[in-house]
């Protein structure tokens, strides 16, 4: 830690207890420093009872958004994108009550509907392609890809 950070910590964990004693007893206390686009001078001091999402909510309620870049947001969606294509996948779940898991059955979810068109709409091409050529085609065999692929069809509409 550079000389001039480590000044600034003690100076700071000093003021953060003369702070805290003009607090409400259910305030929290965080002191941050940065240097917009470098961190090396990135410093988090929370008091010992502060709890760094109730800072998040604050900062939130102040004008902070989802909709500015930085690398928190880039690395949140790169996580969801990366599940939803582990679920299309059906490899690598999330452990049991991970919050990505909404995000892998989407994704999972959104595969196996893709198997199933592909299914339906081979066997309707097979029947169609057999009844163009004269080939033989069962009506139960076609009937059995109309109501598929009718059912898919109705079920994707929803």
Sequence with gaps: MSEEKNAFREAAIEAISDMAQHLPLDCELLVVACRPGKKDFDLVLPSPESNLNNALDALRRNGLSIDGDNAYKRDLCDAIVGTLAFGAQDRCPPPAGHW?????????????????????????TECLSKALTGGEVSARRAGSALVSATELLAKQIR
């Design 100 to 124: 990505a898991q909404t995000f892998w059955d989407m994704g999972r979810d959104s595969s196996a509907n893709t198997e199933e068109l592909i299914s339906a709409l081979e066997l309707v």
